[in-house]
């Protein structure tokens, strides 16, 4: 098997989605906007924010599954219908760059060429062409960053902009950001109104006597890898030992914990193994993959259970 073959076994894990509590409710908060909007006299909006590789691009692409493009006829003209897309705030963050980001998505050809008051034209009529009912509008944090954003009358103008795009249009959109970006909806009380929705995601728990979500997330992973990556056999991560050496690795981040599982994938292939071991995962920490998410100081599949639980609590102290 060559490297590329291997590779490409193990990034299969990208494809799997666990809809854990809080992905799910976002999932199923996000459809009810787009359901009520459509007959509601104001469209519903909101915020996704979590922080990185918590889930939120994973939840987006979960809400486009069941909103896939289509082509329809109508008067014997074929048009494509975009119920919803996914688009990103581009830094630095100014109103042309977004509304040449959204044209993108909505298939445009010269998504790049015109002003911005042409641009945001084009979007209007291309998001009534398309039947688009839903944006998801990924990035909001490059509102704050890069020089020019940071400038107060930038950030103001692509608020406003987003402000008009929804009055004119009526589409409902998702903003999806850092936990800070939260601040720009709240502080422009017109914004603040229209996006009452919140979701949030967080690094998962690992729970106490009962599983937490961490525990059911990578127990989920792990029972449909072998089916994925076509693998013979994979650890039983329903274990609390080998889930709790998992949390240890990745602090309970969705993002470090299939980041580590990939490279496990990896190191089985590469030894010529169909089957993955606890060792694999060993190997896999060592390279380093998801060391800094990780909660503890030393390679946590090497430590017994005890040994585990108290190098977490050293390592929350800072003390390791
Ligand atoms: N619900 C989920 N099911 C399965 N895998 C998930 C889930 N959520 C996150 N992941 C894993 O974590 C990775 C990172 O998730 P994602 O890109 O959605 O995070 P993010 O919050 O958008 O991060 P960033 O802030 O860096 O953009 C995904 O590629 C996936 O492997
Ligand atoms: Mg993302």
């Given at each position: 098997m060559d490297q590329f073959e291997i590779e490409e076994r193990a990034n299969r894990i990208d494809e799997i989605y666990v809809a854990h509590t809080s992905a799910h409710r976002a999932v199923a908060g996000i459809e009810d906007c787009l359901r009520r909007s459509l007959t509601a006299a104001e469209p519903l909006n909101a915020v996704l924010i979590g922080r990185a590789g918590t889930g939120k691009t994973t939840v987006c692409n979960a809400v486009l599954q069941h909103l896939p493009r289509r082509i329809d006829v109508r008067e014997g003209k074929e048009v494509t219908v975009i119920p919803a897309f996914y688009s990103e705030i581009p830094s630095p963050a100014t109103i042309r760059g977004v509304a040449s980001s959204l044209l993108g998505a909505l298939g445009d050809?010269?998504?790049?060429?015109?002003t911005a008051i042409n641009l945001t034209h084009r979007v209007i009529t291309q998001l009534k062409a398309c039947e688009t009912r839903l944006i998801l509008l990924d990035e909001f944090q490059h509102l704050l960053d890069e020089k020019r954003s940071r400038r107060e009358e930038y950030r103001q103008d692509v608020s406003n902009w987003v402000k008009t795009l929804i009055n004119k249009t009526h589409v409902p959109m998702v903003l999806v950001g850092?936990?800070?970006?939260e601040v720009l909806v709240d502080a422009d009380p017109q914004l603040a109104r229209r996006f009452q929705r919140r979701f949030r995601l967080d690094n998962l728990g690992f729970g106490g006597k009962e599983k937490g979500e961490f525990r059911l997330f990578v127990e989920a992973l792990g029972a449909a890898i072998p089916e994925y990556c076509n693998l013979a056999g994979f650890p039983d991560l329903s274990s609390k030992t080998e889930a709790l050496a998992l949390y240890a690795a990745s602090g309970g981040n969705p993002s470090y914990a299939t980041g580590l599982m990939k490279e496990t994938v990896i190191v089985t292939l590469r030894a010529r193994r169909e089957t993955t071991t606890m060792e694999d995962f060993a190997a896999a920490y060592d390279i380093g993959v998801s060391q800094s998410g990780?909660?503890?100081?030393?390679?946590?599949?090497?430590?017994?259970q005890e040994e585990l639980v108290r190098n977490i609590k050293n390592g929350f102290r800072g003390v390791n």
């Open positions: 050809v010269h998504p790049d060429r015109g850092m936990p800070e970006c990780s909660l503890v100081k030393i390679n946590p599949f090497r430590l017994s």
